[in-house]
């Protein structure tokens, strides 16, 4: 049947990405240990400040944010850039695989390394700074999650396309896009406080979104009516347009030579 050729198809990507996980230890690091510095190291800077527990909330629900996004969309990335290094990536393409499976595969992966992550941080954020997630509300809870994981899927995607454009220097786009959105999308500080021009890029991206939508459960009002619906109608925009790019590459990489000569 289609759908177990599919989800066979799916499940090798998936299996790639964990020996990944498996065998290399640094990658590990990324996924737990150094999000688990960065929250504390912020959160240390919170209690120097002295600020109240409701800035301590605004902040700490940044940076996690930003660690489940930056987590989830890294399994993606390293899926095309491993291969790319490996100079196997030609061998991998020859298989009966669509762009669908490649996505799927190693987004599930991604989600299950940043539920890992959120639960860490979580965990850390209420033992060592009394900020506890869960009180927002299961519901809200996962919706947000939901939407970070989404979000970070759109980041692997356009990683992952610039990827077979240009080979292993994209991996430069892996780090620099999740720093450009700790810059435009909230996560420290709300955009009003953002010059116009750069504000107005930040309407743009669902993750400035995502954050008003969580943070008015602890107390800070969001600009717009209904930020959960605009973050999610963004995200899902953008994941077609970016499942559009990928493909496209692919094309292109293929017609060209070019993925022959990044498996050489």
């Not at 750069?198 to 991206?205: D, K, M, P, Y």
């Amino acid at each position: 049947m289609n759908w177990q050729t599919d989800l066979i198809q799916i499940s090798g990507f998936f299996y790639k990405i964990w020996l990944i996980t498996k065998k290399r230890t640094y990658h590990i690091f990324e996924i737990l240990f150094w999000p688990a510095i960065g929250l504390v190291s912020v959160g240390l800077l919170t209690r120097f400040l002295s600020l109240s527990s409701e800035m301590v909330a605004f902040i700490l629900i940044g940076v996690i944010a930003l660690s489940v996004v930056q987590i989830g969309q890294l399994d993606m990335s390293y899926l095309i850039l491993y291969s790319i290094w490996n100079k196997s990536l030609k061998h991998e393409m020859a298989a009966p695989v669509g762009v669908s499976h490649i996505i799927v595969g190693t987004w599930t992966m991604g989600v299950v390394h940043s539920v890992l992550v959120f639960a860490l941080l979580s965990f850390f954020s209420e033992r060592a700074f009394g900020f506890r997630f869960v009180d927002a509300g299961l519901l809200p809870l996962i919706l947000f999650f939901l939407g970070l994981s989404l979000t970070s899927a759109v980041v692997g995607i356009l990683v992952c396309a610039l990827a077979f454009r240009f080979g292993g220097r994209s991996h430069v786009a892996a780090n620099s896009v999740v720093s450009v959105l700790a810059l435009l999308s909230g996560i420290y500080y709300p955009v009003s406080v953002l010059p116009d021009p750069v504000r107005a890029v930040s309407v743009i991206i669902p993750l400035t979104y995502f954050l008003e939508y969580f943070r008015s459960f602890f107390g800070f009002a969001p600009s717009g009516a209904h930020p959960l619906l605009t973050g999610y109608a963004l995200v899902l925009a953008y994941l077609i347009l970016a499942c559009l790019a990928l493909a496209y590459s692919i094309h292109h990489s293929q017609k060209s030579g070019i993925i022959l000569r990044m498996s050489e």
